[in-house]
């Protein structure tokens, strides 16, 4: 714990240290070089808990009614601590080539690199913490790091609203994990994590209904579960590249992290909560896939495909539940195993493709698709960043993306002794699974084809080169991480194995056997399908080779008119996917504009299709609704005659002496 500590003070140090007045260049080394020193700490205690060590525990004495403040990391906190931490750092390396513009303009860099500090920060609370106030201390930090991260851009008023919309939606989230907080420092008399579990343990019925409820909610909205999403794709849309990586690929990892830790806390979840955790993940990981193959923003397009992922690896939690209440070892070990998987390789590819669309718009100042074009042949590290990331989140082999899915499937499609429906109900599951990662790999074909290749289709767009070293470095790490999590799956099994062990703590007979399976099973998948890669790549090198070394250069007979393509003879992004997008018009709403052609020598005509959020949209239309019936009712009644007051005065006290006559009585 000492290692941990000593993590803090540095990246509360370096975060003060970069607020005092220097240039940009000393801000981020001040920034990334407390974050390595932090990591190297962090890293320094998380090991030994990864190789199979025992917990870390420590004690701050505090005055009541709070009680002391504990801390204890187990291999759950571990696992989790021992990636944030170091892609938050590869996030502080891409903004000082993605914010290099600024280096020398008058914006205070330093509050920037400060807040990155604080978001570090906040993971070692939120992931240690046993103790209720130092879990929403931590979960506060995040959550007002972000916002601040989120509208860098603030003279800009679509970003104002982005960022007011995460505010709000992640307050509401605290809200109603306050909510479940205070029902469980009511009954367990204090405000350790420990003390709610032994509860929850203890007290199976509807209050404990009622927390999982509340918890789940707040976790939603953290990590955004449709149809709690709506604030996810605005935030990243207006949020610099290295903020919309962290968001979704760290940041609201958060909230998986709590699910998780609540659902290890009750013990032996009832079988409807693993249902349901189930059927809300698949909610979401259907709905998120059908809105990314409408999006013309690339960024919202990833923000779209966050609320996706983040569904998947909640059917994978919701599969662990089920093996907990039935006292399935197998299932257990598979789902959570599973889930814990998806959540670190997403990490990997989410980061890697925003940081190719943060390229993107450093080069072309737009991440409009249907203003771009032909990047590949300009920006080719840029594009093979984006195609790994892209193969990856849609769960092809041999990459990382594959293999955790695969795991999940695994568990859906059991051989475990379970009843008829329960066997119907998760294959259909996996049915619809599937029917997501085929949505997946159409809209990531869709994108990358309608940026990276063809010709430019706005001219108006500045002509792109390569990035910076900068934000190359983050982008290639990550690749790396992608390819050999996918091609030596073991590795990642290896991180999630302490966890696993800490969900089979509650079951009589644990088992790794079916895990140990499946573990097998992707090695030999990712050995096969790498080494079918590399000798596809080679046999294209060689063919290459062959070609250059002729004498004579060859030609095409006939082009048949394309043999100098226009932007007008190439599929947009819209008619890429109009017919898909039309077969679930119900669920996907798209906009038109447009302005006709008129007479026989028409100046101006356009066409201009755009993917709207439905949940978004109803909500701004209910409160439109709302605040029109509350100005209508306050004309009605008058509000500035007192008697309407003194009307409404008595109602209260009528109201209150109900309740609590019948407090004392029938509801006692």
């Known amino acids: 714990m000492t290692a941990l500590s000593a993590a803090v003070f540095v990246l509360l140090l370096g975060a003060a240290a970069c607020l005092l007045p220097a240039r940009g260049a000393t801000h981020a080394g001040i920034g990334i070089l407390s974050q390595v020193v932090a990591t190297a700490l962090v890293w320094a205690t998380v090991t030994p808990i990864l190789a199979g060590g025992t917990p870390v525990v420590g004690e701050l004495a505090w005055a009541y009614p709070v009680g002391?403040?504990?801390?204890?990391?187990?291999?759950?906190?571990?696992?989790?601590?021992?990636?944030?931490?170091?892609?938050?750092?590869?996030?502080?390396?891409?903004?000082?080539?993605?914010l290099r513009p600024h280096f020398t303009s008058k914006r205070h860099l330093g509050v920037h690199y400060a807040l990155l500090n604080l978001t570090a920060l906040s993971f070692v609370l939120v992931y240690t913490a046993d103790h209720a106030?130092?879990?929403?201390?931590?979960?506060?930090?995040?959550?007002?790091?972000?916002?601040?991260?989120?509208?860098?851009?603030?003279?800009?008023?679509?970003?104002?609203?982005?960022?007011?919309?995460?505010?709000?939606?992640?307050?509401?989230?605290?809200?109603?994990?306050?909510?479940?907080?205070?029902?469980?420092?009511?009954?367990?008399?204090?405000?350790?994590?420990?003390?709610?579990?032994?509860?929850?343990?203890?007290?199976?019925?509807?209050?404990?209904?009622?927390?999982?409820?509340?918890?789940?909610?707040?976790?939603?909205?953290?990590?955004?579960?449709?149809?709690?999403?709506?604030?996810?794709?605005?935030?990243?849309?207006?949020?610099p590249a290295h903020v919309s990586a962290l968001m979704s690929g760290v940041?609201?990892?958060?909230?998986?992290?709590?699910l998780v830790r609540f659902?290890?806390?009750?013990?032996?979840?009832?079988?409807?909560?693993?249902?349901?955790?189930?059927?809300?993940?698949?909610?979401?990981?259907?709905?998120g896939a059908l809105y990314t193959v409408g999006q013309r923003d690339l960024k919202r397009l990833l923000g779209y495909s966050s609320t996706e992922n983040v569904g998947i690896a909640g059917?994978?939690?919701?599969?662990?539940?089920?093996?907990?209440?039935?006292?399935?070892?197998?299932?257990?070990a598979i789902g959570f195993a599973g889930g814990l998987l998806h959540v670190l390789n997403h990490a990997f590819f989410k980061c890697q493709l925003f940081y190719a669309a943060g390229a993107v718009y450093q080069a072309t100042h737009t991440v409009d698709m249907e203003r771009l074009g032909g990047l590949s042949g300009l920006m080719p590290w840029t594009a093979l960043s984006f195609i790994l990331g892209g193969v990856a989140i849609?769960?092809?082999?041999?990459?990382?993306?594959?293999?955790?899915?695969?795991?999940?499937?695994?568990?859906?499609?059991?051989?475990?002794?379970?009843?008829?429906?329960?066997?119907?109900?998760?294959?259909?599951?996996?049915?619809?699974?599937?029917?997501?990662?085929?949505?997946?790999?159409?809209?990531?074909?869709?994108?990358?084809?309608?940026?990276?290749?063809?010709?430019?289709?706005?001219?108006?767009?500045?002509?792109?080169?390569?990035?910076?070293?900068?934000?190359?470095?983050?982008?290639?790490?990550?690749?790396v991480g992608v390819i050999v999590l996918g091609v030596i799956p073991l590795l990642g099994f290896k991180l999630v194995q302490g966890s696993t062990v800490i969900a089979l703590e509650s079951l009589s007979k644990p088992t790794f056997s079916a895990l140990k399976q499946i573990a097998d099973t992707l090695m030999w998948i990712g050995a096969i399908s790498g080494a079918l890669v590399l000798s596809i790549e080679l046999l294209l090198w060689v063919r290459s080779r062959a070609v250059s070394s002729k004498l004579a250069a060859s030609h095409l007979t006939w082009g048949c008119g394309y043999g100098a393509p226009t932007p007008r003879m190439q599929y947009?992004?819209?008619?890429?996917?109009?017919?898909?997008?039309?077969?679930?018009?119900?669920?996907?709403?798209?906009?038109?504009?447009?302005?006709?052609?008129?007479?026989?020598?028409?100046?101006?005509?356009?066409?201009?299709?755009?993917?709207?959020?439905?949940?978004?949209?109803?909500?701004?239309?209910?409160?439109?609704?709302?605040?029109?019936?509350?100005?209508?009712?306050?004309?009605?009644?008058?509000?500035?005659?007192?008697?309407?007051?003194?009307?409404?005065?008595?109602?209260?006290?009528?109201?209150?002496?109900?309740?609590?006559?019948l407090m004392s009585g029938p509801l006692r």
């Open 394 to 479: 849609a769960a092809l082999p041999p990459l990382n993306g594959f293999t955790s899915e695969f795991v999940i499937y695994s568990g859906l499609f059991t051989d475990a002794p379970v009843g008829v429906w329960a066997k119907v109900a998760l294959g259909a599951a996996g049915a619809l699974l599937a029917f997501v990662g085929a949505v997946s790999a159409l809209s990531i074909t869709r994108a990358f084809g309608v940026v990276f290749l063809g010709v430019p289709r706005d001219r108006s767009v500045t002509p792109p080169a390569e990035v910076s070293r900068w934000m190359l470095v983050p982008m290639g790490v990550h690749a």
């Open 68 to 98: 002391a403040l504990r801390v204890r990391l187990d291999a759950l906190g571990a696992f989790f601590l021992a990636w944030s931490l170091p892609m938050t750092l590869l996030g502080s390396v891409y903004a000082v080539g993605y």
């Open 251 to 258: 940041i609201h990892k958060a909230g998986l992290y709590a």
């Open 572 to 661: 947009t992004g819209s008619s890429f996917s109009s017919d898909f997008s039309a077969r679930f018009r119900a669920v996907v709403l798209t906009l038109r504009r447009r302005k006709a052609p008129a007479g026989y020598f028409p100046t101006e005509s356009y066409l201009i299709t755009d993917c709207v959020d439905a949940v978004e949209r109803r909500l701004f239309s209910v409160i439109g609704h709302g605040d029109a019936s509350a100005a209508d009712l306050s004309k009605r009644l008058r509000e500035d005659d007192p008697r309407v007051a003194f009307a409404a005065a008595l109602i209260g006290i009528v109201v209150i002496a109900g309740v609590l006559v």
């Open 133 to 239: 106030l130092i879990f929403l201390l931590g979960w506060e930090t995040a959550a007002l790091a972000a916002w601040l991260l989120v509208i860098w851009d603030y003279t800009n008023q679509k970003v104002r609203f982005a960022g007011f919309n995460y505010l709000v939606s992640t307050h509401i989230g605290l809200i109603f994990l306050v909510a479940a907080f205070m029902i469980l420092y009511t009954h367990s008399g204090s405000w350790d994590l420990s003390s709610f579990g032994r509860w929850l343990r203890d007290n199976a019925g509807s209050e404990r209904n009622l927390v999982f409820l509340l918890l789940v909610t707040s976790f939603g909205l953290k990590s955004a579960f449709f149809p709690f999403h709506s604030w996810l794709p605005r935030a990243h849309a207006a949020a």
């Open 315 to 332: 059917i994978g939690f919701g599969v662990g539940c089920l093996g907990l209440s039935w006292g399935n070892a197998s299932l257990v």
């Open 263 to 287: 659902v290890f806390l009750i013990g032996k979840p009832d079988e409807w909560m693993g249902w349901f955790l189930i059927g809300f993940s698949v909610l979401s990981a259907v709905v």
